[in-house]
């Protein structure tokens, strides 16, 4: 396995390591990153404070950031740090996706996604996997039960259908305006129905059955770029 040292050339402990592995694998699997009860788990870590301490070593280090008072805000921020045998220029550039930035995508009120590339991120394979990648700005906050807050970025793989339970970007049409829509929500069934479910509450589920989707939620980039 290959070594991973900090800014001090501290090398990490087989815990902190764990700690790292899990996050990175739950957010390309899941598309928000996990809870530190969650992670607790995975590391076999029993008490919150324990989890607690060693998300704050690492980010003293330099390996994780996160945000304050919101919940599932643990970003793995220091991917480079991995000290694998030297790769060539091709090696690097299939552990890279480049994926634009086109736009905004709602998570409350829906608006309209403008398909107008903003910049290309270069991103690891390793978060976003494969496939046909985007990556959208959030506005609302109707999805910050999951994670995904307003201002975050998105990373979409493009796909007309995803699994009931996933959080996905579906197009739906404005029934005043009948502009075409963009938004992120999970996607349900219901009595045969199609939902688009928020995660928060204050926010009423979004009739499915005339929209579809565009994509599933590959990776949450924490507070934007």
């Known amino acids: 396995m290959p070594r991973l040292v900090g800014p001090a050339e501290r090398e990490l402990t087989p815990v902190q390591r764990a700690i790292l592995d899990f996050v990175l694998d ?49 970003v793995v921020t220091a991917l480079n740090r991995w000290d694998p045998p030297p790769a060539s220029a091709g090696d690097h550039d299939h552990d890279v996706a480049c994926v634009p930035l086109v736009g905004r995508i709602a998570a409350g009120g829906p608006i309209l996604a403008f398909e107008d590339i903003e910049e290309n991120l270069p991103l690891p394979r390793s978060l976003v996997g494969h496939g046909d990648l985007v990556a959208l700005r959030v506005r609302g906050d109707s999805m910050i039960g999951a994670g995904i807050y307003h201002g975050d970025v998105v990373v979409i793989r493009k796909q007309c259908r995803v699994e009931i339970g996933e959080n996905a970007a579906a197009m739906i049409k404005d029934e005043v305006t009948g502009d075409l829509e963009a938004t992120v929500k999970e996607y349900r069934v219901y009595n045969g129905h199609k939902w688009l479910m928020p995660h928060n509450p204050a926010y009423p589920p979004i009739p499915g059955d005339n929209a579809w989707i565009i994509g599933k939620v590959k990776a949450v980039l924490r507070g934007g770029l």
Do not use: C, F, H, W
Request: hydrophobic content about 30%; proline content about 8%.
């Open 26 to 74: 739950y957010t390309r699997v899941s598309g928000y990153p996990p809870s530190y009860l969650e992670i607790g788990d995975a590391v076999n870590l029993k008490t919150s404070s324990a989890v607690s301490y060693q998300i704050g070593v690492l980010e003293m280090m330099g390996y994780l950031s996160r945000q304050p008072g919101r919940p599932r805000s643990i």
